[in-house]
């Protein structure tokens, strides 16, 4: 095997992914400006082809779910990334995306705290380490001054929100997949996104234009 090969290959699709991210979340900065100020109706619309990968998915893997709790513990993540995007947009309404998106870091810090807590995963002192910087840089990309007074901008508030909700995700996912295979937490999450999804568009589909 071509290691060396290997290596330029991963590195290049990073690369592709990352670009392809920021690209997403520019044009996300550009329609919840220009278009639709409603973060509902942008999420609702989003869930269409995630409707379309789901089922394809679900025909093709089928779903393996041990009993109830996890069933509805896998539905209910979806549930949780909803809110957590939903709180994204809402965040582009407030602030530049070059601010808004590394704000995504602070998930890292609570995902540590719980996954410590709940799932008793114990870190090295270069991981607490890593966190503490995460935190400054957190910190310093919301901090505005202004001549008047010193604040936090909204961004920073709602961004908190959903890191706490995507750590909540992140755990409870590693949980859940100590006895459920992951492609069947993943589908069970999507149809609860997809439902939330169809509820949304119901409730604002006048504002679609």
Known sequence: MNYELL??????????????WAMA???????VSKHLKNPFILVSLGTVPTL?????????????????????AAFLLGILVFGAVLL???????EEVSRVIPLYSISVIFTLVLATIFLG????????????????????????????????????????IASLI??????????????MDFMSIFI?????????????????RNEIR
């Open 7 to 20: 290596f330029i290959s991963w590195v290049l699709l990073t690369l592709l992914a990352v670009n392809l």
């Open 25 to 31: 979340n520019i044009i996300d900065k550009f329609v």
């Open 52 to 72: 379309i990968y789901t089922l394809i998915l679900t025909s093709i893997f089928g779903l393996s779910i041990p009993n109830m709790f996890y069933g509805i």
């Open 88 to 94: 994204y947009y809402k965040a582009l309404n407030y």
């Open 121 to 160: 995963e114990i870190f090295t002192f270069g991981k607490y380490l890593g966190v503490a910087l995460l935190i400054l840089g957190s910190v310093l990309i919301s901090y505005k001054h202004h001549q008047k007074k010193n604040k936090f901008s909204k961004a920073f508030t709602l961004m908190t």
């Open 166 to 179: 995507y750590a909540v995700f992140y755990v409870v996912n590693k949980y859940l997949s100590f006895n």
């Open 188 to 204: 069970l999450s999507q149809f609860g996104i997809i439902a939330c999804g169809m509820i949304s568009f119901l409730a604002y």
